[in-house]
């Protein structure tokens, strides 16, 4: 195990990318000081999705509380902060614009550093996060090389991670996302948004071999897609909906849904721990680490631990999706290696995780 031998920094991060304003502070890349989420997923609900117009405006109404209220439970001022992180992509262009404006501001007031994140880049970082001072189980720092699995609602990417800050991305996938999948199943089965939690809940008892969905293994490659298991669920459904109905798009048939749940989440999370392992012996990786939305997905939590010698780094649910402390977290290692933004960033909405500038 590596013990961080970096210098001491307290970090406030600020993450706006989507539906999730927050803020939180962390000390030296790994303690949790505190932690704010302001979520408006019930206010999305509604759309069945992200409405970026009524994110960005409902962002613009917390920001501003949601980092007061980071600062206070860490029982810190701005002045003892050492230097400000905030998400500046990829996300929602009018959702990003506004917590990086807020850092910006407060960089520009305190005259503390503003460092600019990769929002996947804090996904990754999530791995580090040690929450044992809020009476969470102490965790080891991840060693490298790492394969870290990345799932999100935005995105799936297999990582090789050599080093703090020096990733190759093997492959992501080639079109939905897997939390997107999930997403989308959900509203098919009407279950609702965000569709991960919903699936994962209506699973429960359900026979995850009832349907046989089909796995898309891109055979020599670290890629994924997750499409055609989509289409595969709906006409599945379709299937269903004629024999036990009037029709195709007979609604009223009460359709199997807790093994339809149980089957296609089995399906997504076979692929995703199948591939990452795979990964993790080719690359000669003995860490694996799982990060974003989806990998709070109790089967996946659960199949990527089990039978293996190597070390699995699973962060607790709360940094799993969207948080600001793995945006500290990420900010801390940038800062310690000297990287800095100038105040005069713009938010890059589709910025690659291959073009993230490497340690200096
Ligand atoms: O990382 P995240 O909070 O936001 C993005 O950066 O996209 O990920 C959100 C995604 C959504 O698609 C949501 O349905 C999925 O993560 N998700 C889950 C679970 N919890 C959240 N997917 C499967 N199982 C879950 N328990
Ligand atoms: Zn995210």
Redo the contacts with the bound molecule.
Sequence with gaps: MTENTFPPARILGVES??D?TAAAVVENGRTVLSNVVASQAEMHAKYGGVFPEVASRQHIRTVYTVVEEALAQAHLSLGDIDAIAATQGP?LPGSLVVGLNMAKGLALGSGKPLIGVH?LEG?LYSGWIDDSANGGEPKPEPTFPLIALL?????TELVLIKDHLTYERLGGTLDD????A??KV?RMLGLG????????QAAVGGNPAAFKFPRAWLEDTWNFSFSGLKTSVLHQIRKLREELGEGPEDETVTLPVADLSASF?MAVVDVLVTKARYAAQEFKAKELLIA???S???L?REMISKDTNGVVHIPP?HY???NAAMIAAAGYYRFVHGHKTELDIDALPTWPLDELPASP
Aim: proline share 5%.
């Design positions: 990318s989507c999730e996300g929002h996904h799932v999100s609602g935005g995105h996302a897997a939390g997107e999930f997403d959900a948004y965000p569709g991960g939690p919903k699936i994962q989440q974003g939305g989806v709070a997905n109790k996946l649910i799993c999706t969207d």
